[in-house]
């Protein structure tokens, strides 16, 4: 790879970033549009998926079951592709990662649109959605990490925080911009998955703009990168924002990081348990929807009232993490505890409620909730590492939060479809038990931030 002319090599103990010029506003704003996209367009297909599924006369346990192979190849590949940036450059592999996303979404649209003209079987069809669909899962995963990574190499130590808190809210922006937009996309001439060739082409426009606007970068400085789950990503916790560049004279690599490690283990138990619970919820939402407003026979007015449910949730998610855990300081283990509260409440808000307001504030408050969680169970197993087994951790966090969707979506469904609030009633008795688990278990938290 070229090495940029703008940009020298830097030293592990050097983070001033010498000889590099500062992102200016041309290139942040193809960054942020890399993230951005990605997001909205993911949770745009989760807006219009279940209407789909319902146009075939598919079931509604297959239909979620087509995320499970991407979201398992997500697990697998994001931390190899965040090792990666390092080394084969940050733009090559945001690159990548947008190869994967406008591919999987063109081909995964181009296989939705023949199959509801009636070419193939809808069996066959939700067959090549989902081998379509795995090109994001397996390439996809990429950009993420090295748009944090690039961004980590040529921002001084006083703005670093700032320019990466910007970039992680341009994640949890797409989260409501997709659900937005998605109705506002469909055009008779390709029916319903018209927003899936919309984002593909908003993709080839970012590709451009990343391959004219963006320099080659020198990976010669190890930026490390969040790795950020694939299914239902939120912005990065504060604590994987921070300066890491006190300890970077360390030489002697630590000893590989290991699953059963006492120090991240009960921190695994909770984010294994609460991200199953999130989990089951989310993949039966967009069906309940449908349901109990009675939209199964309305496909665009079912896609508008399943985008403002997922719209609902994700800007509770985001009043979490950027307004309440800042604003109110909250530790890991506190932030875990009441969003299990807040979780457990929501859903049974909504396995209780019949109509769009009882199921928008019912989501709401789980997504509250959740995006109180996650954070603290990032920052937690974050924290009980030192800052030389960061990345080990990282890559476990980060397939912890993936495997959760690689059945548990799946699993609501098939529950939902023998009994329709009991996906709600198990994920409200998984908080409850995280609760009273984590009182006990998890390290309080002025402990943890001060032994570490």
């Known amino acids: 790879m070229a090495d940029s ?64 192979w991407s979201a398992l190849l997500w697990v697998y590949t994001a931390p190899k592709w965040a090792r990666q940036s390092d080394h084969r450059g940050r733009k090559a592999l945001m690159r990548l990662g947008m190869i994967g996303f406008t591919t999987s979404f063109a081909l995964a649209g181009l296989a939705l649109f023949l ?74 001439a390709l029916g319903l998955s018209s927003p899936m060739f919309a984002f593909a082409a908003i993709g080839v426009l970012v590709m451009v703009a990343l391959a004219l606007k963006l320099p080659d970068d020198n990976p010669g400085y190890a930026a490390r990168g969040v790795v950020t789950s694939e299914p239902y990503s939120s912005a990065p916790s504060s604590n994987s924002l921070k300066d890491n560049d006190d300890d970077e004279e360390e030489t002697i690599l630590p000893p590989q990081l290991r699953w059963g490690d006492d120090r991240i283990k009960p921190w695994l138990i909770t984010g294994i348990l609460g991200g199953n619970a999130h989990a089951l919820i989310l993949g039966v939402v967009g069906f309940l929807v449908l349901d109990r407003l009675g939209l199964r026979g309305d496909p665009e007015m079912g896609i508008r009232m399943t985008g403002l449910v997922l719209m609902a949730g994700a800007a509770a998610t985001l009043l979490a993490q950027w307004g309440l855990i800042p604003l109110l300081q909250m530790g890991p283990r506190i932030s875990i505890l009441w969003g ?21 504030i019912g989501f709401a408050v789980a997504s509250l909730g959740f995006g109180l969680f996650r954070p603290g169970f990032t920052a937690g197993a974050s924290l009980a590492v030192k800052r030389s087994e ?63």
């Not at 942040?28 to 219009?48: C, D, E, K, Y």
């Not at 299990?340 to 928008?360: A, E, K, R, W």
Request: glycine share 10%; hydrophobic share 50%; aromatic share 10%.
């Open 340 to 360: 299990m509260i807040l979780g457990g409440l929501g859903c049974l808000i909504i396995g209780l409620s019949h109509d769009l307001y009882g199921i928008v």
């Open 115 to 188: 199959g509801l003209l009636g070419w193939y079987s809808a069996l066959w069809t939700f067959v090549l959605f989902a081998f379509f669909r795995s090109l994001y899962g397996g390439l996809g995963s990429a950009a993420p990490p090295a748009v944090q990574a690039y961004v980590a190499a040529r921002t001084a130590r006083a703005d670093r925080t700032k320019a990466l808190s910007l970039i992680a809210s341009s994640f949890g922006l797409g989260t409501i911009v997709g659900p937005a937009v998605a109705p506002l996309l469909i055009i008779p």
């Open 5 to 68: 002319p703008d940009i020298e090599p830097l030293s592990r103990k050097d983070s001033s970033i010498p000889g590099a010029k500062p992102i200016d506003s041309t290139r942040m704003a193809v960054l942020f549009s890399v993230m951005l996209v990605t997001a909205s367009g993911n949770t745009a297909m989760q807006s219009i998926l279940p209407t789909i599924g319902t146009q075939l006369d598919i079931p509604d346990f297959w239909v979620s079951a087509a995320f499970s």
């Open 390 to 452: 960061q990345n080990g951790v990282a890559g476990i966090v980060a397939s912890v939060n993936g495997m959760a969707f690689i059945a548990s979506p799946a699993l609501g469904v098939l529950l939902y479809t023998y009994a329709g609030p009991l996906p709600f009633w198990l994920a409200t008795t998984v908080c409850v038990f995280l609760f009273g688990w984590g009182y006990k278990a998890l390290e309080l938290d002025d402990r943890t931030i001060s032994e570490r």
